[in-house]
């Protein structure tokens, strides 16, 4: 059984959000968290590297986003990993309409909540009613 104290620390983790493309506040408590266990901590693009006093008697690789929308305008709502890598744009190089009509109601009917990704400062929450593919965005 998990100890109590890496038990929190597994909480802490979690309840922080992370989405695709918007993970800064996540590696803001991450960083906490090891440099707290006496990590020396270095960023990187889209990289925190973290090593302790004998950093080859032990290596860790983990990717730690998780799927979710943001918000492109009024009332619109993309698939961060589109946005993140640039495949919902009009440059030739988007994601297949038959990907996006397979989770076009991935979201469907579920609770979210809103927060500003440099900080992770919580913004609202709401239920998401229902969901389709904009024909302006399908070619």
């Not at 800064?24 to 270095?42: K, M």
């Not at 009024?74 to 030739?92: I, M």
């Amino acid at each position: 059984m998990l100890g109590n104290a890496f038990q929190d620390i597994l909480k802490s983790l979690v309840r922080s959000p992370s989405v695709v493309g918007a993970e800064h506040s996540f590696f803001r408590v991450l960083q906490r968290e090891l440099e707290e266990r006496g990590a020396n901590v270095t960023w990187y693009e889209g990289v925190l590297v973290a090593q302790g006093n004998d950093p080859f008697s032990m290596m860790f690789s983990a990717h730690i986003d998780r799927h979710g929308l943001v918000c492109t305008g009024p009332n619109e709502f993309q698939y961060a990993a589109f946005v993140s890598g640039g495949r919902s744009d009009l440059l030739g190089n988007s994601v297949s309409e038959e990907l996006i009509k397979m989770i076009v109601d991935r979201f469907g009917d579920v609770d979210v909540f809103a927060y500003e990704p440099w900080s992770g400062a919580y913004r609202g929450s709401g239920k998401i009613s229902g969901t389709y593919v904009c024909p302006y965005r399908i070619t």
